[in-house]
């Protein structure tokens, strides 16, 4: 089975790349901004730029089963952008978005989002949450 890992140099996406390539019976393709940027020996990559609605991903989709989508923006400690909310939905909806709707298209059958806890955001409200007690079910 071949798989596109997008995010591929980053934290979590590396993990998953690298995890489904030492797996038997997988080829999983790393989708990355710049290939230069990619430093593994013998690693499978495909540039693709940046995360958008306008991505290309035809050639990085050509023979996928299933799309691991890892790729995001996150983590901007010196922001630059004029509306950091906007720019970070137009990478983060619009642009998956975009490459959902291309992966279906290509006959993708598998499409795994991967977020962090980070999402959530910083901290977590008060009250805290308790932990069920001894026997009981979340519901």
Do not use: C, Y
């Not at 089975?1 to 797996?23: C, D």
Request: no cysteine; aromatic share 6%.
């Amino acid at each position: 089975m071949k798989a596109l890992v997008t995010g591929a140099h980053g934290f979590v996406g590396h993990a998953v790349w690298w995890r489904l390539n030492e797996m038997s019976g997988v080829q999983a393709v790393g989708s990355v901004r710049r290939a230069a940027a990619f430093t593994d020996t013998g690693a499978s990559v495909v540039a693709v730029g940046d995360l958008s609605a306008q991505t290309d991903w035809s050639e990085a989709l050509t023979g996928v089963e299933a799309v691991v989508h890892t790729a995001a923006r996150v983590h901007v400690m010196d922001d630059t952008a004029a509306d950091p909310l906007t720019e970070s939905r137009r990478v983060n909806v619009a642009g998956t978005l975009n490459l959902a709707r291309q992966a279906a298209a290509a006959g993708v059958k598998r499409f795994v989002f991967l977020s962090s806890i980070k999402v959530n955001g910083e901290a977590t409200p008060a009250p805290l949450p308790r932990p069920l007690p001894k026997g009981a079910r979340a519901r």
